[in-house]
């Protein structure tokens, strides 16, 4: 009983720790070389695999190739947004600065994944739908994706105090979750232009191992490229909230010197 | 190595699809890096600038 | 939890409840005319009046494609298994039309209960498979094409 609630406790001391700005910058810091380091080592043999050892599609050739970026995007477009609006709830109830400014630099971060989903999955759509764009359940939840990570940027920076922006935004965050269940169950709910999903996580996946490999460690490349870009951010947005306060002063002076 | 997509007809639809992704990745990772190192400038600056007003 | 921050929880779970049940009635309203496509199953149901544009969904049947040799009309069946209904159209048909495989056509139906397409797309499933594979499954009998699920 007692390791018990020693160790809740250690959780918490853990969690009350990166709520610190200033350690939150010291900590980031030494973490992203190693999520860059993380994503070149699985980026790169992806990269290679998928577009030049996985074989062709039996029905589509080479188009499917464009599904080692689009598929990783896609995932990566909802699961920021889920991060976001956990960040967001998170500084919402407990008012942690840090839990706000991280919630916030996720809408850029996840806006571009939605851009690249988008754009890729046009190209992808045309050499084998015969189509750029259709206004298809799947293909129009995911531009409202889209719509709701510029709502959250633009309502963020409408708002002069950034922590009441944060507040603000991050209700915006929250609300806009329920597009998540839709964006994924767009193409059972409703006929769709778009294919049902190939990749199950409890169940059989319908695309070859030789082709799932490549895309799954895209998709953990994606991950790590999340971090490494969120923390980078995050800890500019931190440095110019503080720039008055004493961490930053020595922080600047260590980086100077 | 099998590269033979890059001569066949959906080459055209792949290297756009890659290179879009690659420049819009490039620039969300890269632009808070330049940013980031000019805002740290800027700080520095001010704080310089501070020490130096008589108290 | 201090009760300052239970009383923060509570209204931000019920924000989420409320957005959430709000577009779900929306989406259930709705439900209808969210549909991209209808099947021949619909189309025998509802009763679409002459004219009107919508989208026939299906699946071309094997050996039903006529292609006109002087122009680039052609007429084919889409079926979902139970209906069947003949497509007429005049352009260039996707790489990806074949029989067997999933289509989509929008345009209106005509008085003689044939459709008349302005525009076909091809559906495709959630498979992707290697060459080998599929003409190893087709060889057992397990036929690979299909997409409109």
């Known amino acids: 009983m007692s390791s018990h609630t020693s160790f809740w406790k250690r959780c918490k001391t853990w969690f009350h720790r990166w709520g610190s700005p200033a350690w939150f910058y010291r900590t980031s810091g030494l973490i992203i070389p190693w999520l860059w380091a993380g994503f070149f080592l699985l980026a790169i043999p992806g990269l290679i695999w998928g577009l030049s050892i996985a074989p062709p599609d039996y029905l589509q050739g080479d188009s499917y190739r464009i599904i080692f970026i689009h598929v990783p995007s896609a995932w990566q477009s909802m699961l920021i947004f889920a991060v976001m609006a956990i960040l967001a709830l998170i500084g919402m109830v407990w008012r942690i600065r840090v839990a706000e400014t991280l919630a916030m630099c996720c809408a850029p971060i996840g806006a571009a994944f939605t851009i690249v989903t988008l754009a890729t999955g046009s190209l992808w759509g045309k050499p084998t739908w015969g189509t750029f764009w259709q206004w298809d359940g799947r293909m129009t939840s995911e531009l409202v994706l889209l719509f709701l990570y510029l709502g959250v940027i633009g309502l963020q920076q409408a708002i002069e105090e950034p922590r009441k922006a944060a507040r603000a935004a991050g209700l915006l965050a929250l609300v806009g979750v329920v597009n998540l269940p ?20 409890f169940g059989e996946s319908s695309i070859d191992a030789s082709m799932l490999w490549p895309l799954l460690i895209m998709a953990i490349a994606a991950k790590f490229y999340f971090g490494a870009a969120l923390l980078t951010r995050t800890r500019n947005t931190l440095l110019l909230q503080d720039r008055e306060k004493n961490w930053v002063r020595e922080t600047v002076q260590g980086e100077k010197s | 190595m099998n590269l033979d997509w890059l001569s066949g007809p959906h080459a055209v639809y792949i290297l756009p699809a890659y290179a879009i992704a690659l420049a819009v990745y490039l620039y969300t990772a890269l632009a808070p890096v330049f940013s980031g190192k000019r805002q740290l400038r800027q700080i520095a600056d001010i704080h310089q600038h501070q020490d130096q007003q008589p108290s | 939890m ?93 790489d990806l039309f074949r029989e067997g495989q999933g289509v989509i056509a929008n345009g209106s139906m005509l008085a003689s209960g044939q459709f008349a397409a302005r525009e076909v797309l091809a559906k495709h499933d959630e498979n992707y498979m290697p060459p080998e594979i599929a003409d190893a499954l087709e060889r057992a009998g397990h036929p690979t094409s299909g997409g409109t699920n």
């Not at chain 1, 193409?187 to 778009?194: A, D, F, R, Y």
């Not at chain 3, 577009?23 to 709705?30: D, E, F, K, Q, R």
């Open chain 1, 182 to 201: 839709i964006i994924h169950y767009s193409v059972e709910w409703w006929t769709t232009l778009h294919q049902g999903t190939t990749i199950s996580f």
């Open chain 3, 2 to 94: 201090t009760p300052t921050r239970k009383r923060r929880l509570t209204i931000a779970l019920f924000i989420l409840i409320g957005a959430g049940s709000a577009t779900s009635l929306l989406l259930y309203a709705l439900s209808d005319n969210l549909l991209y496509f209808q099947s021949p199953s619909d189309v025998a149901v509802n009763d679409i009046p002459e004219g009107k544009r919508f989208r026939l969904g299906g699946l071309v049947q094997p050996g039903s494609v006529n292609r006109d040799p002087d122009s680039l009309a052609v007429s084919f069946v889409v079926t979902d298994g139970q209906e069947n209904i003949t497509v007429t159209f005049e352009g260039i048909l996707p």
